[in-house]
């Protein structure tokens, strides 16, 4: 799988950014893609698994969806504290490989 | 709660060893359902998956960095423990580990530590 992410997207406060993330394989059509959230200077957080649910403490602005082999992540009501780095991943299980999208900026003007 | 604390020096000669531990407090590093992950990030760059452990110590290893690669388990620890060989400049990155639940989402991060490669 290789994921391919816009390097930069930029929306207004209040405003809803949608994120994608696509695959040149079926990978990401058959297994998912996660989501992380990384601020500068700070570890990347999980924003969603594979299977698109959320964990617990993430806020439900932030929703994935998946359309054949494209991942979105989908930020609505856009807050000053949503300005990051986002990325996606996913699980080739066919080699038993992690692989990560290159990122995409956000920034909420 | 799940803490995941990584060390190891901050510089690295070229062509030597560097060596990672990741210390895990807050749960068992033998959870039949937990996976162990390290991913390194150079500066100013996107993440990049160097491997997987599982309690059992099955290994899965990135392709480009497989032959330079050791990702051992310390239970009696409660330690995941990274060893990359011959590191050249290129190595030079934040260095995290991970918890995964579900091999591939990775739940939990370490705060990370910077490994520099340089002489």
């Known amino acids: 799988a290789g994921l391919t992410q816009p390097p930069s997207v930029s929306k207004g406060l209040g405003q809803t950014a949608t994120l994608t993330c696509t695959d040149d394989?079926?990978?990401?059509?058959?297994?998912?893609a996660a989501w992380l959230q990384q601020h500068q200077g700070h570890p990347p957080k999980l924003l969603s698994y594979?299977?698109?649910n959320r964990p617990s403490e993430i806020s439900e602005r932030f929703f994935a969806s998946r359309s054949g082999n494209t991942a979105s992540l989908t930020i609505s009501r856009l807050q000053p504290e949503d300005e990051a780095d986002y990325f996606c991943?996913?699980?080739?299980?066919?080699?038993?490989?992690?692989?990560f999208g290159g990122g995409t900026k956000l920034t909420v003007l | 709660q799940l803490l995941l604390q990584e060390s190891g020096p901050g510089l690295v000669k070229p062509s030597e060893t560097l060596s990672l531990t990741c210390t895990v407090s807050?749960?068992?590093?033998?959870?039949?359902?937990?996976?162990w992950g390290w991913i390194r990030q150079p500066p100013g760059k996107g993440l990049e998956w160097i491997g997987t452990?599982?309690?059992?110590?099955?290994?899965y290893y990135n392709p480009s960095l497989k032959n330079r690669l050791s990702i051992s388990i310390h239970t009696s620890e409660s330690q995941v423990s990274l060893s990359l060989s011959s590191v050249a400049a290129t190595d030079t990155a934040v260095y995290y580990c991970?918890?995964?639940?579900?091999?591939?989402?990775?739940?939990?991060w370490g705060q990370g530590t910077m490994v520099a490669v340089s002489s």
């Open positions: 991970a918890m995964a639940l579900v091999v591939g989402d990775l739940l939990f």
């Open positions: 807050g749960a068992s590093i033998i959870t039949k359902t937990y996976y």
């Open positions: 452990i599982n309690y059992g110590g099955n290994t």
């Open positions: 394989t079926n990978t990401v059509g058959n297994q998912g």
């Open positions: 594979r299977n698109r």
């Open positions: 991943s996913t699980w080739d299980s066919s080699l038993n490989v992690l692989v």
